[in-house]
């Protein structure tokens, strides 16, 4: 089903697709791994460094109160974009590992993953949300359970009492699979921590940029994405966390901006959100990312996924037609990400192939070595659709795709 907005003039918002990639016109199907900038997030970016580039907060003069002013305008738009209870819970970061390692640290600190508890994550996770939660996990003399991955590339979720129990002290998992696109329960994982008092922690990196997130109903207790995900620059990001609960904790970094008085003898902490950002912020990056976000609502969030959808549907069964291609997680619901192999060839192979048509994919294990070892590979090529892909595209790549099988064969 075609999504009723013009694809060609929103093509036309992102300069970068308007290139050719050794001879051939690019066709860019990295947008797991980072999505293009349209104009107007370049627009935004380039009027604060024009006009009003300042520190914020602290400054009387005119110069500091437009960036101020235009960096907190920001913080609301990601509430607002996230439907988030209070403003105050939206802490500005590097990213999605930066929130999660923040998430990871305040917990410890808090006293919240007490010596013999467990903390549960899925097998379809990120690196990122694998290595900080090891780390807290020997710091703190805690222990690391992992709610296994079925055949078809979903969580097994039919022993979740066993997994979730009174000894977990923390649930983290992703929303959506950067490697597979499978789309997790949310509310069956959310449910089961809660019946326990466990903490739960979502990385919305794969979801924020391509479906709708409510935050008020979500019953989760932390939620992050990175903007550079969802067309703002890199380096920017959100932690969302629910207003007591980040009240309770301890700052994570020490510094100036998370203060209220400080001396030789202590210090008092500043309110949220600033409690948690000690430091210069990124200002330009936090304005910028409340352009992609005025963007995409521009568009819609369900217009969006829609469009991505049909991209996926048009894709799946041509794909499925090549000889000896297996695609993981080959489901109907699933955001718009197909990860697939072709027996005999290696995927790193495929994808130098691919490039050379002008055809951007990612190879390898998407930082998620536990995930491929449990296909028993180690790695796929993965390509993912944004808004500005087309119909078109897919042909090209599934053509590209065949072409290349034979070239390798």
């Given at each position: 089903?075609?999504?009723?907005?013009?694809?060609?003039?929103?093509?036309?918002?992102?300069?970068?697709?308007?290139q050719s990639v050794r001879g051939q016109p690019l066709v860019y199907l990295d947008n797991a791994a980072t999505s293009q900038k349209p104009r107007q997030v370049l627009d935004a970016a380039r009027h604060y460094y024009e006009?009003?580039?300042?520190?914020?907060?602290?400054?009387?003069?005119?110069?500091?109160?437009?960036?101020?002013?235009?960096?907190?305008?920001?913080?609301?738009?990601?509430?607002?974009?996230?439907?988030?209870?209070?403003?105050?819970?939206?802490?500005?970061?590097?990213?999605?590992?930066?929130?999660?390692?923040?998430?990871?640290?305040?917990?410890?600190?808090?006293?919240?993953?007490?010596?013999?508890?467990?903390?549960?994550?899925?097998?379809?996770?990120?690196?990122?949300?694998?290595?900080?939660?090891?780390?807290?996990?020997?710091?703190?003399?805690?222990?690391?359970?992992?709610?296994?991955?079925?055949?078809?590339?979903?969580?097994?979720?039919?022993?979740?009492?066993?997994?979730?129990?009174?000894?977990?002290?923390?649930?983290?998992?992703?929303?959506?699979?950067?490697?597979?696109?499978?789309?997790?329960?949310?509310?069956?994982?959310?449910?089961?921590?809660?019946?326990?008092?466990?903490?739960?922690?979502?990385?919305?990196?794969?979801?924020?940029?391509?479906?709708?997130?409510?935050?008020?109903?979500?019953?989760?207790?932390?939620?992050?994405?990175?903007?550079?995900?969802?067309?703002?620059?890199?380096?920017?990001?959100?932690?969302?966390?629910?207003?007591?609960?980040?009240?309770?904790?301890?700052?994570?970094?020490?510094?100036?901006?998370?203060?209220?008085?400080?001396?030789?003898?202590?210090?008092?902490?500043?309110?949220?959100?600033?409690?948690?950002?000690?430091?210069?912020?990124?200002?330009?990056?936090?304005?910028?990312?409340?352009?992609?976000?005025?963007?995409?609502?521009?568009?819609?969030?369900?217009?969006?996924?829609?469009?991505?959808?049909?991209?996926?549907?048009?894709?799946?069964?041509?794909?499925?037609?090549?000889?000896?291609?297996?695609?993981?997680?080959?489901?109907?619901?699933?955001?718009?990400?197909?990860?697939?192999?072709?027996?005999?060839?290696?995927?790193?192979?495929l994808g130098s192939l691919l490039d050379q048509m002008g055809i951007a994919v990612r190879t390898g294990h998407h930082c998620c070595q536990p995930l491929m070892k449990r296909f028993g590979v180690t790695g796929t090529v993965?390509?993912?659709?944004?808004?500005?892909?087309?119909?078109?595209?897919?042909?090209?790549?599934?053509?590209?795709?065949?072409?290349?099988?034979?070239?390798?064969?």
């Amino acid at each position: 089903m075609a999504a009723p907005f013009d694809i060609s003039e929103i093509r036309s918002d992102f300069p970068v697709l308007d290139q050719s990639v050794r001879g051939q016109p690019l066709v860019y199907l990295d947008n797991a791994a980072t999505s293009q900038k349209p104009r107007q997030v370049l627009d935004a970016a380039r009027h604060y460094y024009e006009h009003i580039n300042s520190n914020i907060h602290r400054g009387v003069h005119h110069l500091s109160q437009l960036a101020t002013a235009a960096h907190e305008v920001a913080r609301e738009t990601c509430a607002q974009h996230l439907n988030a209870p209070h403003v105050e819970e939206i802490i500005f970061t590097s990213g999605t590992t930066d929130s999660i390692n923040l998430i990871a640290n305040i917990l410890a600190d808090g006293g919240k993953i007490p010596p013999g508890s467990e903390i549960v994550l899925s097998g379809l996770e990120h690196h990122s949300n694998i290595v900080p939660w090891q780390l807290m996990a020997q710091r703190c003399q805690a222990s690391i359970k992992v709610i296994p991955v079925l055949d078809e590339g979903t969580l097994d979720l039919s022993n979740l009492d066993e997994l979730i129990t009174d000894k977990t002290a923390v649930v983290a998992f992703g929303h959506v699979s950067n490697a597979f696109g499978t789309i997790n329960d949310v509310s069956t994982i959310i449910s089961a921590a809660k019946k326990v008092g466990a903490i739960t922690a979502i990385d919305g990196a794969q979801s924020v940029p391509h479906m709708a997130v409510d935050l008020s109903t979500s019953g989760a207790d932390f939620y992050s994405f990175s903007g550079h995900k969802i067309f703002a620059p890199t380096g920017i990001g959100i932690l969302w966390g629910r207003k007591d609960l980040l009240e309770e904790l301890p700052p994570y970094r020490g510094g100036g901006e998370m203060i209220k008085e400080v001396s030789f003898d202590g210090t008092t902490y500043n309110d949220l959100p600033f409690k948690y950002e000690a430091g210069t912020p990124n200002i330009e990056g936090a304005i910028s990312l409340a352009a992609a976000l005025d963007y995409a609502n521009a568009i819609g969030m369900e217009q969006i996924a829609a469009h991505e959808h049909s991209l996926l549907e048009a894709a799946t069964p041509q794909l499925r037609e090549i000889d000896n291609l297996h695609i993981y997680a080959d489901l109907h619901q699933k955001a718009a990400v197909l990860s697939f192999n072709i027996k005999g060839i290696h995927h790193f192979d495929l994808g130098s192939l691919l490039d050379q048509m002008g055809i951007a994919v990612r190879t390898g294990h998407h930082c998620c070595q536990p995930l491929m070892k449990r296909f028993g590979v180690t790695g796929t090529v993965r390509a993912s659709f944004a808004i500005y892909n087309t119909t078109k595209e897919v042909e090209t790549l599934v053509k590209s795709v065949k072409k290349a099988a034979l070239m390798l064969a």
